[in-house]
């Protein structure tokens, strides 16, 4: 998550610069120091930016006080993926700000969803990232790709009234299925097409993806993989990608009237010619959260249910 934010620092904030910062208090590192964050309405000459590493315990407000004795002098602000005690917020020694799990949740979401934070995604049996170049000129399904999410996590728990609970944001692995070939209609006729399908291991679904220029380049993320037994078996793999692309059309019944050729109200099937498709896959993200209740389950960031973690 350091390098998540990090990243996510140098885009949003003015003058970020590092510099040894010699008076670091233990448990905190110091990852930069700015002149202003616009986006959370953060200005002044330095701005001192601190991240806390995820932990058991939450910071407490003693915590808080001794931090600000060894701060430097100006603005400080603490990003925890630790909790944050209430009584934190009232600490009128020092100059600062804490952003607490769900604080960074949400701007890290918000810049995966505004395609802000771009970089390469990182997979769970994987130590370092594989950074990847951007192109102008390169086809979207050439790079590691995530989906844009279609939930937002505070509106998402206050529905179902699950507020308090911290999240991580993480990407799970899905695949992206790309087929070229010809539909085929009743009379002979063919019609070349192109078709991109996502296939979902952890709803189990197989779905055509109408607008794949608009998927985002993948943030720095882990990555969880679904059980093996989720995807699609090759013998299967063809037959869910036909049904999925065949189409029923309303026909033309040849017979004549007043005001020309009588629509037909049965539907035509317009199949896939399987035989002769171009068939490729590779690996695409959507994104998610963990969400840390007793058990930690995972948060699907399309359809907004919860899978076991």
Not at 58 to 87: C, H, M, W, Y
Request: proline fraction near 5%.
């Amino acid at each position: 998550m350091e390098e998540v934010l990090r990243e996510l620092l140098r885009i949003k904030s003015v003058n970020l610069r590092t510099q040894k910062v010699d008076s670091a208090s233990h448990g905190f590192t110091c990852l930069g120091i700015s002149t202003s964050i616009p986006e959370l309405d953060i200005h002044s000459d330095e701005i001192f930016i601190w991240h806390a590493r995820a932990g058991i315990l939450p910071i407490t407000k003693s915590e808080i006080i001794r931090f600000g004795i060894d701060a430097p002098a100006g603005f400080n602000l603490i990003l925890s993926e630790r909790e944050v005690q209430s009584d934190c917020y009232s600490v009128e020694t020092l100059d600062f700000k804490i952003l607490g799990p769900d604080d960074i949740s949400l701007w890290v979401g918000k810049a995966i969803l505004s395609g802000d934070l771009i970089a390469a995604a990182k997979s769970d049996d994987s130590e370092d990232p594989e950074i990847m170049e951007s192109h102008g000129n390169e086809n979207p399904i050439d790079r590691m790709l995530v989906l844009k999410p279609s939930i937002e996590v505070k509106s998402w728990s206050s529905q179902r009234g699950m507020e308090g609970f911290s999240s991580t944001p993480i990407l799970l692995s899905a695949r992206l299925w790309v087929v070229s070939g010809h539909l085929q209609g009743p009379k002979g006729e063919r019609e070349t097409g192109e078709w991109a399908i996502l296939e979902d291991p952890w709803s189990k679904t197989v779905t055509l993806l109408n607008d794949i220029h608009n998927l985002q380049q993948a943030p720095v993320l882990r990555t969880i993989e679904p059980q093996d037994f989720n995807w699609l078996s090759s013998d299967r793999a063809d037959e869910e990608l036909a049904k999925v692309i065949e189409e029923r059309r309303r026909g033309n019944s040849g017979g004549g009237s007043i005001s020309g050729t009588v629509r037909s109200m049965l539907l035509e099937k317009w199949p896939l010619d399987s035989e002769r498709a171009k068939i490729n896959n590779r690996k695409i993200l959507i994104p998610g959260w963990v969400i840390h209740l007793e058990t930690e389950k995972i948060l699907h960031g399309r359809n907004g249910r919860l899978y076991d973690y």
